[in-house]
């Protein structure tokens, strides 16, 4: 028979901790974790390159601190947390239109290392929250390129230049292009290029983050329209990593 030490020790054990602080908890965040990440939630829209953006945060603080565990930690659990987050938010999008995700593919060379694409995880679990369909298969990324962290938009240009290839799907459905961060928009504007190139139309590019800076630009062209999001029942607000107050 075991002693109630012995008992406390294996639920311990048992339980995992939180991706962030590292605290005991038997989901992918703790209670704390869950409610700041939850605060991260500041979708906002705008026209940019003949599309429609949207974006779900800003790239800084928790959230920041999320992603960079998610692509230096190869934490694919904790991207389709992100991706389940981010499509509590996109309940209310009109049902009018089947959409079909196409998450933005990265280098072959960070895809061995990393073992996986943080797009594809985030886009995936919106698709599957939504009931929409993504496609992972249809944009690639043949050409191989440096990181574009510290390039300028001129420099990102041309190191993307022909840098994807589109293959059109056959299921039907608005083309959403999905990422996990926009900096200058180069990536998405390269892709977005690329499938236009082969008579496709992409409808818009969906976002879990934007960097500050091109959100204070935005807002200073008076071009983008904060969300208000509703009450509603919130992967980051769930029982199971804590609810906030509202």
């Not at 429609?52 to 920041?64: P, S």
């Not at 565990?69 to 049902?95: H, N």
């Amino acid at each position: 028979m075991f002693t109630p030490l012995q008992q406390f020790c294996d639920r311990l054990l048992l339980r995992s901790t939180c991706r962030l602080c590292q605290r005991p908890t038997s989901e992918v965040l703790c209670l704390d974790c869950g409610r700041q990440l939850q605060a991260c939630a500041q979708p906002r829209q705008w026209q940019s390159y003949g599309v429609t953006v949207w974006a779900w945060g800003r790239y800084e603080g928790l959230l920041r601190r999320a992603l960079r565990q998610v692509k230096f930690e190869r934490d694919r659990e904790l991207a389709q947390f992100l991706g389940q987050c981010m499509a509590a938010s996109l309940v209310d999008w009109p049902r009018s239109q089947p959409k079909q995700l196409i998450p933005i593919p990265i280098a072959a060379d960070r895809l061995k290392e990393r073992g996986f694409n943080q797009a594809d995880a985030i886009a995936i679990a919106v698709a599957q929250s939504q009931r929409w369909s993504c496609n992972t298969d249809a944009l690639r990324r043949p050409k191989s390129t440096q990181a574009l962290h510290g390039l300028n938009h001129q420099e990102r240009q041309q190191m993307l230049d022909r840098a994807f290839s589109w293959r059109s799907p056959q299921q039907r459905g608005e083309l959403w292009l999905v990422d996990d961060i926009l900096t200058t928009g180069t990536t998405l504007q390269e892709a977005t290029r690329t499938i236009r190139a082969q008579g496709d139309r992409v409808r818009g590019w969906l976002l879990l983050s934007q960097t500050p800076a091109l959100e204070d630009l935005n807002a200073a062209e008076g071009s983008a329209t904060i969300l208000k999001l509703r009450k509603q029942r919130h992967p980051c607000r769930d029982s199971s990593v804590g609810r906030a107050e509202d």
